[in-house]
């Protein structure tokens, strides 16, 4: 197992608060950052469009870090996208597919928002939709998958971690169930690239959405998109570097990925998660996993002892523990545990409504944990939600 207090020493915002919701964004490692600003003090040119030195030396490292991301997920760099998000790239499959008026889409009550309304906002084009419940744990069945389907259906989307549960889905047997009935499957990796191993050529979906900000440790506004199968889908923007020719009122694309990164892309971003994602890989991500795993197993057993706290989802949970304090609003929890002792915790329905009334409630307290937290800071959350007892009483 790795040294998490010589982790910490690389993320220096550790030092002022407890932070507990790398769910909603990581914190990003010096290496990471310094790979940013190095960008902008040596070599800040465009990636692709100029021959000067400068233009060479981005595009050099933009491409390096397709390959380190390419690499992590057991992927190929033509079929690695990168994305300013994981809702960029679930939008472009969305607007991309050649979807017909009749064609259906299977989809679970636990995505977030960025895997749902994509799919909703298609009923306009006379696309169907169904949205299959899981259990009051968070778990899908994958029968409940299968009975939906209909000759029609062309796609399953669904999340790999619930970002509100942190409860864990069986994706890999249900990309096999899409597979025999000849569906295609979109996974959303959010929460589960970085966090936990992840191999898109075992996985063997068709779709893989993932944020760079997330597990991976990079910077806001980074995200990867896999595509299997880059030829069957229609670029949804095109522009500058994505075309290989223009001729009168015609023009052909560039090849996979770059037809599908249209204008500048957000190249130090790009190259520090490059950085970031070396980071991840050196520390080891199976460690990773069960350090966080072992945390918020911590977490969920002792705030259940407590009388006046709920705490949702399954056991078997990823590094995420949502729960509520009986007598208080999500949001009140959030501001007295910051205000009283610097522990940064997120509240509210987490980006995903359905799911969350679901719950029968509002909102939930959601603290996340990331490779860098520590069993102290358990103890400090744990310290703090036992004592908003007397606020209730």
């Not at 992927?75 to 597919?97: D, R």
């Not at 023009?251 to 990164?261: G, I, K, M, N, T």
């Amino acid at each position: 197992m790795y040294d998490v207090y010589a982790v910490r020493e690389d993320f220096p915002v550790l030092k002022e608060v407890v932070y507990l919701d790398s769910t909603a964004t990581t914190q990003t490692p010096i290496p990471a950052v310094e790979a940013m600003v190095e960008y902008f003090y040596r070599y800040a040119g465009n990636h692709g469009r100029g021959a000067h030195r400068l233009a060479r030396e981005a595009t050099n490292r933009y491409e390096d870090a397709r390959e380190i991301v390419a690499h992590f997920l057991n992927s190929e760099p033509s079929k690695t996208v990168f994305m300013k998000n994981t809702t960029e790239g679930i939008n472009l499959i969305a607007n991309s597919y050649p979807w017909e008026a009749g064609d259906h889409i299977v989809t679970t009550l636990l995505e977030h928002h960025s895997n749902l309304l994509p799919w909703l906002r298609l009923q306009k084009k006379g696309v169907n939709v169904t949205v299959v419940s899981p259990d009051r744990e968070g778990k899908i069945d994958i029968s409940s998958i299968e009975k939906a389907f209909t000759e029609k259906t062309r796609l399953v989307a669904v999340t790999q971690v619930s970002n509100v549960f942190g409860s864990i889905q069986d994706v890999k047997n249900i990309t096999k169930l899409a597979h025999r009935n000849g569906i295609k499957i979109l996974i959303d990796g959010a929460q589960s690239a970085g966090h936990m191993p992840v191999s898109l050529k075992d996985l063997d979906c068709d779709f893989f959405a993932t944020a760079g900000h997330k597990g991976l440790l990079g910077p806001q506004g980074t995200g990867v998109l896999y595509i299997k199968e880059p030829d069957a889908l229609d670029s949804a923007s095109v522009g500058g570097g994505t075309v290989s020719d223009v001729e009168g009122y015609t023009y052909v694309l560039e090849p996979s990925p770059a037809c599908f990164e249209a204008g500048t892309p957000n190249i130090p971003g790009v190259i520090a998660l490059g950085k970031a994602v070396e980071y991840v890989e050196k520390i080891g991500v199976s460690e990773i996993e069960a350090h966080e795993i072992k945390l918020s197993g911590e977490t969920a057993k002792r705030l259940s002892e407590l009388e006046h706290v709920e705490v949702y989802g399954p056991e078997d949970r990823a590094g995420i523990v949502p729960f509520n304090v009986r007598g208080l609003h999500a949001h009140d929890v959030a501001l007295i545990l910051d205000q009283t002792r610097k522990i940064c915790v997120r509240s509210g329905h987490h980006c995903a409504i359905p799911i969350t009334r679901f719950l029968k409630v509002d909102s939930t307290v959601r603290a996340s944990f990331a490779l860098y937290n520590t069993e102290e800071e358990v103890d400090l959350l744990v310290n703090a939600v036992a004592g908003l007892k007397a606020l209730v009483s």
